[in-house]
């Protein structure tokens, strides 16, 4: 069965500091990765996902991921995180079954 | 306005009550699923459904039971057999394809006294 890990479970930086969130993910056959974030009292909400093509992929609000298809990663990236992203991401995959599955999650909390 | 409601967004029940949590769509999507949130556990998946009169179960399905009789509904009712009930519940919708986004309710969370 699919599964997806998040290892960092919490997560406290400065603003300003760069975000590096992992998340691995057990399938071995085609994968559709996704970012989701849900700020505090807010929907669920997609940051980026990956379908095809190119690895690398950019989202909303200057995030980024990268899928390494050898390594079965796809771990969110920013360059310089501010107060406003202060919230939770959680990464999930769908193996084309429509079965989208989510990590447990990572508490990000961005100091002034 | 398009997308997907859910309610009550607070409910309380009495152990041994089974009760059931609406979810509704009008965004005309193919695929509906049903998450429990917990702290610390992220989403985990309760059933879904691929198609209307078509559902799976999902990695947590015990004590649970949903249908899906129209396209726009897919109700889930919590069963007296769920040993432990009290949880936030979020329901989802997407276009059908593994690749197309999921979009979520606002949630039901559920307090079994």
């Known amino acids: 069965a699919q599964s997806v890990s998040q290892h960092n479970h919490h997560v406290i930086l400065s603003e300003a500091a760069s975000l590096e969130l992992g998340c691995n993910y057990s399938?071995?056959?085609?994968?559709?990765l996704f970012w989701y974030v849900q700020y505090p009292g807010q929907h669920l909400q997609l940051l980026l996902k990956y379908f095809s093509g190119d690895p690398l992929v950019k989202g909303i609000k200057g995030f980024e991921a990268e899928f390494i298809k050898s390594k079965f990663s796809f771990n969110l990236r920013k360059p310089s995180v501010q107060w406003s992203d202060t919230a939770e991401y959680f990464c999930a995959v769908n193996t084309g079954f429509q079965k989208l599955v989510f990590g447990t999650g990572t508490r990000l909390l961005v100091s002034p | 306005d398009g997308g997907i409601t859910q309610s009550p967004k607070y409910l309380f029940r009495k152990e041994g009550q089974n009760v059931t949590l609406s979810c509704e769509q009008n965004?005309?999507?193919?695929?509906m699923y049903w998450y429990r949130q917990d702290p610390g556990q992220g989403l985990r998946l309760i059933y879904y459904s691929q198609i209307v009169n078509d559902f799976q179960k999902g990695d947590i399905a015990e004590g649970y039971s949903v249908s899906r009789e129209k396209k726009e509904s897919f109700p889930l009712t919590v069963t007296s057999a769920q040993k432990n009930p009290t949880a936030f519940y979020l329901c989802?919708?997407?276009?059908?394809?593994?690749?197309?986004?999921?979009?979520f309710g606002q949630g039901t969370r559920l307090t079994v006294v």
């Open positions: 399938y071995g056959g085609t994968v559709n």
């Open positions: 989802a919708s997407s276009q059908g394809g593994s690749g197309t986004e999921a979009f």
């Open positions: 965004l005309n999507h193919d695929a």
